[in-house]
């Protein structure tokens, strides 16, 4: 009787892992218990050393940008969540080949007991894993921790099951043949098992995800923009700023982002979902004996009709945005003044500071005195007149003018009061403390199907952005073929705290060239022009594109 081997194990642990992920899938979508993979995931990357995430963060970045394979951050998160699955399957494939191996070493026939203490010396730590760190649980924790135990009870008892079928049962078959026909009929019954074995593992794992997909009551599709290329901007007559005298270039991204098209980062693998019926935002201080001190708790009806809501039409971007990356939007923002929230809860004596904590359990901490200073700090929970999308933080989210969005938690759960300073999240993994917004401008068009005449002369229209936070920008200016540098007219922003749309119309000559693009913040500043990756500080370089340019045939 030959016993399978270590590659034969590795093999069935990884086929029978795949079925698992789509059980595990359906319970999350059913039942809301924990996504193995994605909560492992979340543990390993919180508790990777050092800068290992921030570097892994650029390079996946630039991978996506090198290769064009869609939106930075719907790729970016596609791929996280396709390496917590990799994750697991790798584990079911190593822990096949151990039991496969330790098995073999066995001289008898077992019936359950190894399967499942397999499932739980798995389970168990897996489990663990999913239930602590920065998790989002939307079931109870015992519950879940019964169910994830059970099914990889069942995964490891399948594993022992195989092993089984293809040793003793096979063996048992042939066992009136001589050595060499049991060998050889061992062999193909193998092949056909394994092949069986496959295919229906593969059916399991196809219905379990099409049931997960059904109960999310979208039938599992999601619209995502793919490629870098931006609609374009087209007149709104409901913006303020309608009748501004300088027109965005063909082929300039639009003033306004819609919603739908914002970009997304984040650290939850999925968006956390939270009941308004039951969320409440509690402002809490530390007790002595480890426990919080509630001080004041608002609903949402509270928040909205107790103070007066601030509207603006604010552009955020990502740190992690490269230079003409996608990671970075505008919108308008209703919340209500941080300040007039503050005014209603009795804050301690000694209170410095404010840690912010969200459903996903990114975490951050702003200083009391920059939120005295500043009336435009909100807690935003409308986007263009509606709830904050589940996907970008409903039900609320913090707005710092001037920061990008790794100091600023989405799907705020609690904010404590604290009398000192602490880093937050992304700081304590590298990133900048302060992570001020840097001034950057992008070419978001040569328009070569736009050439026009005036006189003599044609144009051809080139346009883009500039943005450099709150402090606005005071001048564009463009370089053709490392020429000198001429001043772009800019149109009037939606706010002072969007993006700038600018324009300059070239009297150009035929062939091949080359643009590049600067900007001046609003104190007169000139962008930081040497070239630097995203981390620690957001990127920084000059914009450089190339475009063939012919002139408009008669």
Known sequence: ??????????????????????????????????????????????????STIPRTIQIMVSVITTLNLGRVDTTGKLIEQILGISLVVVIGIIAGAVYFYIMRRQEHRQEWLPGVILGLIVGVPLTVLSLVGNQILNADTTTSAVWLVGVFLIWGYSIHWVYNRLTYAMAERYIKETPEQHAEAQKIDRRQFL???????????????????????????????????????????????????????????????AVEDHYRIDIALTPPEIDLATWTLPFVVAAGDGS???????????????????????????????????????????????????AEVDLPDDATHLRITSADGFDETVALDLINSDPTIVLAYDWDGAPLPTRNGFPIRIHIPDRYGMKQPKWITQIEVINHDEDGYWVRRGWDKDAF???????????????????????????????????????????????????????????????????????????????????????GDMQVTQSAGTFPSGATGTHRVQAQVEAESA
């Not at 079925?19 to 909560?39: C, E, K, S, T, W």
């Not at 007559?237 to 003033?255: F, H, I, K, Q």
């Not at 883009?464 to 606005?472: N, S």
């Not at 150009?508 to 609003?522: K, L, P, R, S």
């Open 437 to 523: 917004v840097m001034a950057t401008s992008v070419i978001d068009t040569v328009a070569t199907e736009n050439v026009y005449t005036e006189g003599d002369q044609q144009f051809v229209p080139i346009g883009g952005i500039a943005w450099a936070g709150a402090r606005g920008i005071s001048k564009v200016e463009i370089s053709i073929d490392n020429g000198e540098w001429v001043e772009a007219q800019l149109r009037e922003p939606l706010s002072d705290k969007t993006w700038v749309i600018w324009r300059y119309d070239w009297a150009f000559t035929e062939g091949m060239h080359q643009f590049a693009v600067h900007c001046y913040d609003g104190n």
């Open 292 to 342: 919080n001190t509630l001080l004041k708790e608002f609903t949402m009806d509270e928040i909205r009709a107790n103070f007066t809501p601030i509207e603006q039409y604010i552009t955020q971007g990502c740190i992690s945005n490269n230079i003409a990356g996608t990671l970075i939007s505008t919108v308008r923002w209703t919340g209500a003044r941080l300040q007039d929230i503050l």
């Open 195 to 257: 092949i069986k074995l496959g295919g229906a593992t593969a059916v399991l794992t196809v219905a379990g995800a099409w049931v997960g997909s059904i109960s999310r009551g979208d039938g599992g599709t999601q619209t995502v923009s793919l490629g870098n290329t931006q609609p374009e901007a087209t007149a709104d007559p409901n913006l303020p700023n309608a009748n501004a005298s300088v027109e965005p270039a063909p082929g300039t991204r639009p003033e306004l982002t």
């Open 1 to 50: 009787m030959k016993k399978p081997g270590i590659l034969l194990g590795a093999l069935v642990g990884g086929l029978i892992t795949l079925p698992l992920l789509a059980v595990l899938y359906v319970g999350q979508m059913i039942a809301g218990f924990p996504f193995v993979p994605f909560n492992l995931f979340n543990n390993v990357r919180d508790y990777a050393p050092g």
